[in-house]
């Protein structure tokens, strides 16, 4: 499963880490969030062992203050943090292959 982000967890976990983190920007309405869903898990299970990679989730609804300071305009939004900053923007379903080859080209 994808680490569960929030407005007060989410510095901690992807600004403070010294790595390569994937962020889904999520809504439980959303129906392209609930098909990128199972996509972000598979890929936080495949990538768990790895100390170096985080796949997380945020829901938009419930976060409100993380999903302004990013300018969430459109769902799903993934973002690819690198070392707690932005690198990659994607909006709309991303494949897990697209998903795979944007993570390790920060690696």
């Known amino acids: 499963m994808a680490l569960e982000l929030n407005d007060q967890n989410f510095d901690q976990e992807i600004k403070k880490f010294e790595g390569v983190a994937l962020v889904d920007f999520w809504a ?8 990128q869903g199972p996509i972000i898990d598979q890929l936080a299970e495949e990538l768990k ?13 419930e976060n409100q203050l993380k999903s302004q300071e990013f300018e969430i305009m459109s769902i799903p939004a993934l973002k690819i943090f690198k070392n707690g900053k932005v ?11 697209v998903l795979l080859e944007k993570i390790n080209k920060q690696l």
């Open 49 to 61: 062992d790895k100390s170096n990679i985080k796949i997380a989730k945020l829901n938009v609804e």
């Open 87 to 97: 690198v990659e923007d994607m909006v709309g379903m991303q494949s897990k292959t």
């Open 28 to 35: 439980s309405w959303c129906m392209p969030c609930k098909m």
